[in-house]
C-alpha cells in the first residue's frame, strides 16, 4: 500500500482538491484524515467547548496540540494502521500525542470499521478522499472514519472533517475547517450503538434489536466485513424487531437502520 499504486494516485488527483468545509458551526468533533502521517500540528484557534479530535492514518504520524483554545479540548483518539516506515522523513516512525493537557487520550491500530461501505475497508486503517462511491484501494471511505469517531466519541456532533493524500505540513487550523462532510448531506443526526440493542449477542438463529426512537417505515440492512449487503428488511414500525440470521454465516456483522433522516449502526457475532 504506497503511492506507487496507480490507481490510489489517479483518485487522489481527481477528489485531491476541495473547499474548506465547516460541517456543523455548533460541532465539537474535528477530524483529520490521511495515508501519509509525519508531524500533525493542530493549532486550537476556535473556541469550541469539548472538543474532540480524530485522526486517522496508514504510516506513524507525531500529534502536537497547540493553541489558545487548546485546553479546550478533552479527548483525542487515534485509529489507523501506524507503519513505521518513516515515508515523510521527519523520524516519526510511531504515533504519539503531545501537547493533551488534561484530554483523554487514545491510540487504536487497526480497530473494527462501524459502518460497512463497500468500497472501504472492514477496519479503520486509513482514508485519503472524500468519494464514498469509489473503491478505495484498501484504505476506508470517509463515512465509515466519520462514524468511527462520532461512535468513539458519543454525544459528539461532527465539526469538520480534513482529509488528504500528502504529508502533513505546516500548522492546521481547527477554524479553518476541513475538506468533505460525508455526513453532512442528507443525514440529520447520527445515532450511536448506545441507542440500538441487540440481544442475543452471539446469537445463532435470530438477533432481537430494540430501539429507544420508534422506527417508521424504517430499513434495515446487515453487512458483512467486506461491506456486501447479506440481508435487508424494509418498512419496519415499532421499537423492536426480530431478524433471521440462521441463513448467513458465522463472523461478525454491521447493521444499518435508516429511520427517516436518522441513521443508527450497531454490530453483532453470529456463531
Request: proline share 3%; hydrophobic share 40%; with cysteine.
Amino acid at each position: 500500500m504506497k503511492k506507487i499504486y496507480a490507481l490510489l494516485f489517479s483518485i487522489f488527483l481527481a477528489f485531491g482538491s476541495f473547499a474548506q468545509t465547516i460541517c456543523n458551526p455548533s460541532g465539537n468533533l474535528m477530524i483529520f484524515t490521511d495515508y501519509d502521517g509525519g508531524i500533525l500540528n493542530i493549532n486550537v484557534d476556535a473556541n469550541i467547548p469539548n472538543l474532540k479530535i480524530g485522526i486517522c492514518s496508514y504510516e506513524s504520524v507525531q500529534i502536537n496540540i497547540t493553541g489558545t483554545f487548546a485546553s479546550n479540548v478533552t479527548g483525542i483518539a487515534y485509529a489507523g494502521f501506524n507503519a513505521s516506515n518513516d515515508n515523510c522523513a521527519t523520524g516519526v516512525t510511531n504515533t504519539s500525542i503531545v501537547g493533551a493537557g488534561s484530554a483523554s487520550t487514545n491510540i487504536a491500530l487497526m480497530p473494527t470499521a462501524t459502518l460497512a461501505n463497500p468500497n472501504g475497508y472492514g477496519l479503520i486503517i486509513c482514508g485519503y478522499s472524500c468519494s464514498l462511491t469509489t473503491n478505495q484501494g484498501g484504505c476506508n471511505t470517509v463515512d465509515q472514519i466519520e462514524n468511527y469517531f462520532l461512535t468513539y466519541f458519543p454525544g459528539s456532533v461532527l465539526y469538520a472533517h480534513k482529509v488528504q493524500y500528502a504529508c502533513w505540513s505546516g500548522a492546521q487550523s481547527i477554524s479553518n475547517g476541513g475538506t468533505c462532510c460525508a455526513l453532512a448531506t442528507g443525514v440529520e443526526t447520527l445515532v450511536v450503538e448506545s441507542a440500538v440493542s441487540v440481544f442475543p449477542n452471539p446469537a445463532s438463529n435470530n438477533i432481537n434489536l430494540s430501539f429507544q426512537t420508534t422506527l417508521i417505515s424504517a430499513t434495515i440492512k446487515v453487512f458483512n466485513v467486506s461491506g456486501e449487503i447479506v440481508k435487508e428488511e424494509r418498512n419496519l414500525s415499532g421499537n423492536d424487531v426480530s431478524l433471521d440470521i440462521s441463513g448467513i454465516s458465522k463472523g461478525v456483522y454491521f447493521v444499518e437502520i435508516a429511520n427517516g433522516n436518522n441513521i443508527s449502526h450497531t454490530k453483532f457475532i453470529k456463531q
